[in-house]
């Protein structure tokens, strides 16, 4: 990573807090953090103990002083992160240690199972595959494999079957449980659809083909027609306290379609008539391709991204929105809440995933910035500590959430601290020596 926040920077926001808020920070010491986390940052990767001591004596000053709060967590993060990538580098194979393996081709979701140690991923090169999260570097098992391009995956609520659908083409229901298999007698729906998604405590599935037509579908093949848009749709994510399926469109209007899914056709010229009023056919939200959407844990909260980089949190009760998002300088690909619902992870064209805390606008996300491409798809861990992305890289990276993993890793693997001279020169002589890593 190398995304620095100038002193500038901290000190017009430190000037804005200070006058909306009483706060006892210390700008002396909060300046000295950022100024070491930088340094940290900025230190080549062969001086790979003192790049991490820095970090982690900078980390120790953010997490015991009276530091502010908005700016320094972010180059904390960024400066500890970096120098964990060059603690264990795998310099013959050019992996750093949060770089869990790589599929042929670009890496195009990611989605946990019935089983948090295990994640899968899908990938243009036609293959799922099976990870184990406790052996990030373990060879990964091949649970399906097609010549088709995996557009996305999904998993169904109870985390026995995944759904997989293919770019232009159909989609096909793999068992992920044994004790299923003989349950599904669908291995592939060969009619091409835009999109699909499994409904909530039912064997079914509601996909939208290229025609804009909806089909109920069961796992034992039998299938409704319940409906037709007439727009192009990207993604569907269901509510599953009232049933209703929330469809993200290509024209920027986001549909809402009432259980049992009884929709009559939406012609574009009536949704752009009569947005205002809430209808079968739901909300327009500007001309931005809506690309991906999430339910809050809560169901209180949609989360929609868009192709303008940003991220609208719709109120699904009040109808009407919350909050925008700003940051990303591309398309959202992908979006997710964690499990508690106060962090938001996003991805982008931009080469990007971030973390937002939804809490407190006014602090800066986490900025995961080392896919070398595009990031198409992100997913929290099933305990909300860990997240893990994928790209047009082809690699699958994890990333945690809290800080304290990476200062932990570098007292476990840096056998020293600094030295007097090294600690006179970044931190300085007004501040006692200390150890860094007890």
Not at 106 to 135: C, H, I, M
Not at 144 to 169: C, H, N, P, T, W
Not at 289 to 301: A, Q, T, V
Not at 384 to 412: H, L, M, N
């Amino acid at each position: 990573m190398r995304y620095i926040v100038t002193t500038t920077i901290f000190l017009l926001i430190f000037h804005l807090s200070k006058g909306q808020e009483k706060t006892d920070n210390d700008p002396k010491l909060t300046e000295l953090v950022m100024s070491m986390s930088q340094r940290s940052i900025v230190m080549p990767g062969y001086l790979t103990n003192l790049k991490a001591l820095i970090a982690q004596q900078a980390y120790k000053f953010w997490k015991t002083g009276n530091v502010e709060p908005y700016v320094s967590h972010l180059n904390v993060y960024t400066a500890l992160y970096e120098a964990n990538k060059y603690l264990g580098y795998d310099s013959i194979r050019n992996r750093a240690y949060n770089q869990v393996g790589f599929h042929s081709n670009r890496v195009t979701s990611v989605v946990f199972g019935e089983d948090p140690n295990y994640y899968y991923s899908s990938s243009a090169d036609g293959r799922v595959l099976k990870w184990d999260l406790s052996q990030p570097t373990g060879i990964p098992e091949t649970v399906y494999e097609s010549d088709k391009i995996i557009q996305s995956i999904e998993m169904s609520r109870d985390g026995k079957v995944l759904m997989a659908i293919f770019y232009q083409e159909g989609l096909a229901l793999i068992s992920t449980d044994k004790d299923i298999k003989g349950d599904i007698s669908v291995i592939e729906d060969p009619i091409p659809v835009q999109t699909a998604t499994f409904l909530p405590g039912e064997r079914k599935y509601l996909s939208v083909t290229k025609s804009g037509e909806l089909l109920l579908k069961g796992f034992d093949s039998k299938s409704d027609t319940v409906g037709k848009t007439a727009l192009k749709v990207n993604q569907l994510k269901v509510d599953e306290n009232d049933g209703t399926v929330y469809a993200g469109t290509e024209q920027g209007v986001l549909e809402a379609w009432q259980k049992p899914y009884d929709v009559k056709e939406s012609p574009i010229e009536d949704i752009m008539k009569n947005w205002r009023e809430q209808s079968y056919f739901g909300y327009e939200l500007g001309t931005f391709s809506i690309n991906c959407l999430d339910m809050s844990p809560n169901g209180e909260i949609l989360a929609i991204g868009r192709d303008r980089g940003d991220v609208i949190l719709w109120d699904v009760k009040k109808k009407e929105l919350r909050r925008i998002i700003y940051g990303h300088q591309s398309t959202v690909t992908d979006i997710q809440f964690n499990p508690i619902g106060d962090l938001l992870l996003t991805t982008s064209r931009d080469g990007t995933a971030r973390i937002w805390d939804l809490n407190d606008s006014r602090r800066l996300p986490i900025i995961l910035d080392d896919h070398k491409a595009w990031v198409f798809t992100g997913s929290f861990d099933p305990s909300g500590k860990q997240v893990i992305t994928g790209g047009g890289d082809d690699y699958i990276r994890t990333w945690p959430v809290d800080p304290s993993f990476f200062a932990k890793r570098i007292c476990e693997l840096v056998s020293r601290n600094m030295t007097q001279d090294e600690w006179k020169e970044f931190v300085g002589i007004n501040i006692p020596y200390q150890s860094s890593c007890e």
